[in-house]
């Protein structure tokens, strides 16, 4: 059974994966650089986001922590599946 059958992705899938989430990136990057600043919406979206993280019970220091700690951990997976097959 390949890869693909068993719901994985071949590595032609995914480099074309990461080449459409590259230009959807900088497509959002081209986008809000011909937008402008956007002062108010930014601290709006910010200020919303911080009430729902704190009702959540997100924003408490042992959560931070460890969503830090699982952050990082994306991270290093993410660079390391890039580069592996980006070679």
Do not use: C, H, Y
């Not at 071949?10 to 994966?17: F, I, V």
């Not at 959002?28 to 956007?38: F, L, T, W, Y």
């Not at 969503?67 to 993410?78: K, L």
Request: hydrophobic fraction near 40%; glycine fraction near 6%; avoid cysteine.
């Amino acid at each position: 059974m390949s890869s693909t059958a068993k719901g994985g992705l071949s590595k032609e899938d995914a480099l074309r994966w990461l080449e459409r989430f590259d230009a959807v990136a900088e497509m959002d990057r081209a986008a809000e650089k011909e937008r402008g600043a956007r002062p108010q919406w930014s601290i709006e979206i910010s200020l919303s986001l911080n009430e729902a993280a704190r009702e959540a019970g997100f924003l408490s220091p042992t959560a931070l922590a460890i969503r830090e700690s699982e952050d990082e951990g994306v991270r290093r997976t993410w660079e390391r599946l890039r580069d592996g097959l980006r070679k």
